[in-house]
């Protein structure tokens, strides 16, 4: 029983992997001209959740400090995040996206919904539903790691 889990669950893993990279970006569009890291883009996508402390984001990259203030450094150059002093301790800094930053994330977001929107619209209702049903118990499955934590 134990093997056709595993077995189950690298299918899952390999079959994720295989989705991811066929939502990923085409060479040359959509965030070539911003050149993010991945590192930076999860920290972004942090940012678009609201402002954020360093620690937060250092944790949150599972990075260190001095590490993730250069990366928030080149962000700050790139004109997608700001600092600005915490209204309740003045000795803090969070960060929050600029307009831009956030502009950025929208149009990523959007360009991702319509890929997934693409590729729902190649199955049948049939086959739809049965995706949606194991997202479902997926998301659900999530939701129960998070409350064990």
Same mark, same amino acid.
């Given at each position: 029983?134990?093997?056709?889990?595993?077995?189950?669950?690298?299918? *899952?893993?390999? *079959?994720?992997?295989?989705?991811?990279?066929?939502? !990923?970006?085409?060479?040359?569009?959509?965030?070539?001209? @911003?050149?993010?890291?991945?590192?930076?883009? %999860?920290?972004?996508? *942090?940012?678009?959740?609201?402002?954020? %402390?360093?620690?937060?984001?250092?944790?949150? @990259?599972?990075?260190?400090?001095?590490?993730?203030?250069?990366?928030? /450094? !080149?962000?700050?150059?790139? &004109?997608?995040?700001? !600092?600005?002093?915490?209204?309740? /301790? !003045?000795?803090?800094?969070? +960060?929050?996206?600029?307009?831009?930053?956030?502009?950025?994330? /929208?149009?990523? *977001? %959007?360009?991702?919904?319509?890929?997934?929107? %693409?590729?729902?619209?190649?199955?049948?209702?049939?086959?739809?539903?049965?995706?949606?049903?194991?997202?479902?118990? @997926? +998301?659900?499955?999530?939701?129960? &790691? +998070?409350?064990?934590?």
């Amino acid at each position: 029983m134990q093997i056709a889990k595993d077995r189950l669950t690298q299918q *899952l893993v390999d *079959l994720v992997e295989r989705i991811s990279a066929q939502m !990923r970006p085409e060479s040359g569009e959509e965030w070539s001209e @911003l050149e993010l890291t991945m590192p930076q883009f %999860r920290a972004i996508y *942090l940012l678009s959740q609201g402002p954020e %402390r360093m620690g937060n984001i250092a944790g949150h @990259l599972r990075t260190s400090m001095s590490s993730a203030t250069s990366m928030i /450094d !080149r962000l700050v150059d790139k &004109g997608l995040v700001e !600092r600005a002093p915490d209204a309740s /301790d !003045r000795r803090v800094v969070t +960060c929050l996206l600029t307009s831009r930053g956030r502009e950025e994330m /929208d149009r990523f *977001l %959007r360009i991702n919904q319509l890929r997934l929107t %693409r590729m729902a619209g190649r199955l049948t209702v049939e086959e739809l539903q049965a995706v949606v049903d194991a997202m479902e118990i @997926l +998301c659900s499955a999530g939701q129960r &790691g +998070c409350q064990e934590n």
